[in-house]
């Protein structure tokens, strides 16, 4: 008798992005150094997301509605796979307000998973948003 879960194969395949996501952030970081400004993290991740083979969007634009009309853009910094929005942090802490962010956009973008990449500390801080 199999008593493993099974996971299915979206929920695989997204585990596996995330994965990937994570070790190019920490490859950026332990390069590349923390403190820096948000752009220079942005910059050498999508190195290594191209590197890595992952496909990705930068800074891509998600029109917003209310009743039809436009009222405004959000540009989450990176679409990884079509599947996983990765918003970029150089903060003290990531705390609700960035959590309550990629919550909107993932909202917004009909989007599932998000994640949150913190290069502010010596130590990658990183957070996983499920919408």
């Known amino acids: 008798m199999n008593l493993k879960p099974q996971i299915n194969t979206d929920e695989h395949r997204l585990n596996e992005i995330t994965f990937q996501i994570n070790g190019c952030a920490m490859d950026v970081l332990n390069s ?3 403190g820096f400004h ?5 910059n050498a991740l999508a190195v290594a997301l191209r590197e890595a083979g992952l496909k990705f969007s930068c800074q891509k634009q998600y029109p917003l509605f209310y009743k039809q009309e436009s009222i405004g853009v ?27 962010q990629v919550m909107n956009y993932l909202r917004a973008s009909g ?7 913190n290069f502010k500390n010596p130590k990658l801080e990183w957070q996983r948003v499920i919408f």
């Open 74 to 100: 959000f540009i989450p910094d990176f679409v990884v796979e079509n599947s996983v929005i990765v918003e970029l942090k150089t903060i003290d802490q990531v705390g609700k307000s960035e959590i309550g």
């Open 38 to 42: 948000e752009k220079i993290y942005e």
């Open 111 to 117: 989007l599932n998973l998000g994640v949150i990449l």
């Open 32 to 34: 590349v150094g923390h």
